[in-house]
């Protein structure tokens, strides 16, 4: 990694940009860069905001240098020359490994800790997993690191239900990167390009690892879903927290909530009464220890179900003063912002990592009467196209 200045800017260089394609801005001056992401969003969501008389703020960029940002990195693995083990990244457009030694962006532990691995089963003579054909052992492996905390979780995702001399394997992994405190074996033997598999089996430590937000501490597995920059996360959060006006007992659905988050930082803060609602099972079970974590069993509720239908069952009998939705980059459905509407909530905060499905679902949102009080664009990938905003609707 090398550092330069442009036009009184710092610009930075990698030896593998080219090949990864990772970092696209990466020679661009950040704050060029950031430029460009608040025109994306005006350009994007500008009449609209105009329309409803609201805000369009300034983007929110990363404090200090926009580096090792990532706390969470991955690795494919492959077979390489002379018996070892390709790892680091596919170049852009193809499955060949580009090997990374250091990466800008990440964590400085995490592609230590990577890296340790293929040295390891290298050793151990452990065989890298073949795509083609469908064989060998190691696939990809992913690390975990804490933002708050030192913890570092490493997932290993193998072809095999069962890791012959894993205790041996567990032990190399120790001695080569000691800042790893947990280690577990996902299995994934399905021809995919997925990386994760839906069975984990903890080798060593508890198998989690720890993690704080706002103040708040969060357990998160090999499958949780967290955002892998904590650091503007916070932004994000406090952004959204703000956005919902609470001053306290008010009723709030989190939609999306995943491992709870959002809802449980909001509670933390603003002693809300949450609701929080996610399909997936598993990460319903993880909202309900973290809430019991930080002590808001009280204040925090969470449920198993698909939040449309949820909505139409239950949701109507009970009075929302404000809903938060954080949906994946897919954006919302027209059925689900339906259900929003029917509910009545006086605010709605929207949190979207993809502002062209926002967009679409914001029209949707305002058509149902609601109007568009301010848009806050956030930088959580600095060096990519890729920009987040929260956005906040009140009742016309």
């Known amino acids: 990694m090398m550092k330069g200045t442009f036009m009184g800017y710092r610009t930075f260089t990698c030896p593998i940009a080219r090949d990864c394609g990772g970092c696209e801005w990466l020679a ?46 991955a690795t494919p693995y492959a077979h390489a020359s002379r018996g070892r083990i390709a790892c680091g990244f596919y170049a852009r457009g193809t499955h060949r490994i580009v090997r990374c030694d250091d990466c800008l962006a990440e964590d400085p532990r995490a592609r230590h800790v990577l890296n340790a691995v293929a040295r390891v089963a290298a050793r151990q003579h452990i065989p890298a997993y073949d795509e083609d054909k469908g064989t060998g052992v190691l696939r990809h492996a992913v690390v975990r690191c804490g933002y708050a905390t030192d913890d570092v979780l490493l997932t290993v995702v193998t072809n095999v239900p069962e890791l012959r001399r894993a205790e041996r394997f567990v032990a190399a992994i120790r001695e080569e990167a000691p800042e790893v405190t947990s280690i577990v074996q996902n299995v994934n033997t399905r021809r995919t390009n997925a990386i994760l598999g839906f069975r984990n089996k903890t080798l060593w430590g508890p198998g989690t690892m720890r993690d704080k937000l706002l103040g708040c501490t969060f357990e998160i597995g090999p499958t949780t879903f967290y955002q892998t920059n904590p650091a503007q996360t916070e932004e994000l959060y406090r952004l959204a927290i703000e956005g919902a006006g609470l001053r306290g007992g008010e009723r ?34 993880a909202a309900r220890r973290n809430a019991s974590m930080n002590g808001l069993d009280e204040k925090c509720s969470f449920v198993a179900a698909d939040a449309t239908e949820w909505m139409a069952r239950e ?50 949102i305002r058509r149902n009467g609601y109007r568009i009080e301010s848009v806050t664009p956030v930088d959580m990938f600095p060096h990519t196209k890729h920009v987040e905003s929260v956005a906040v609707l009140s009742r016309r």
Do not use: W
């Open 28 to 73: 661009v001056p950040y704050t060029i860069q950031l430029r460009r992401k608040q025109a994306q969003v005006e350009e994007l969501l500008g009449p609209m905001i105009s329309g409803d008389a609201g805000e369009l703020r300034g983007i929110v960029g990363m404090k200090g240098e926009p580096v090792a940002y990532r706390h969470k990195a």
């Open 252 to 285: 709030v659905l989190d939609a999306y909530c995943g491992c709870g988050t959002i809802g449980i930082c909001a509670a933390s803060a603003n002693d809300a009464q949450v609701i929080g609602v996610e399909r997936v099972e598993g990460a319903v079970k």
């Open 315 to 364: 949701g109507r009998e009970l009075r929302f003063d404000v809903v938060l939705m954080d949906p994946p980059r897919a954006g919302s459905t027209p059925e689900f912002l339906d259900g929003v509407a029917s509910l009545a909530p006086a605010r709605v905060v929207y949190v979207s990592c993809n502002i062209e499905t926002q967009a679409r679902d914001l029209e949707l």
